[in-house]
């Protein structure tokens, strides 16, 4: 089927820059959208950036003029580029794909989550 594995993230004071990184790899006809959640401690699942087949992204009002997200379609790769971090970034972030698989179905897929922490 389909997986997604995540690169980058770690640790960086507040301020700093860090990239993510999500490769998809399996039997993808094509690309529904890709997109990059979070999850605090103790707190839900949410949306930090999305990219659909059109192109048109959204963003979070709480990283919007800060993060970034990108995506190289021909690679299936996205990417986050995340700038001015903030404490309240730290969460693991993961990566989402919806993509049109073989027999024509969608697929909806998670990466296995990176942990990204801002501290000084």
């Known amino acids: 089927q389909v997986q997604l594995v995540e690169s980058g993230g770690g640790l960086v004071q507040p301020g700093g820059s860090l990239s993510l990184s999500c490769a998809a790899s399996?039997?993808?006809?094509?690309?529904?959208?890709m997109g990059w959640y979070r999850q605090a401690p103790g707190k839900q699942r949410e949306l930090v950036a999305r990219?659909?087949?059109?192109?048109?992204?959204n963003y979070a009002d709480s990283v919007k003029g800060r993060f970034t997200i990108s995506r190289d379609n021909a690679k299936k790769m996205v990417y986050l580029q995340m700038n001015s971090l903030k404490p309240e970034d730290t969460a693991v972030y993961y990566c989402?794909?919806?993509?049109?698989?073989?027999?024509?179905?969608?697929?909806?897929?998670w990466g296995q989550g990176t942990q990204v922490t801002v501290s000084a």
């Open positions: 989402n794909g919806i993509f049109r698989v073989a027999g024509g179905y969608e697929y909806d897929c």
């Open positions: 399996g039997s993808i006809f094509s690309i529904n959208a």
């Open positions: 990219v659909v087949s059109g192109g048109m992204t």
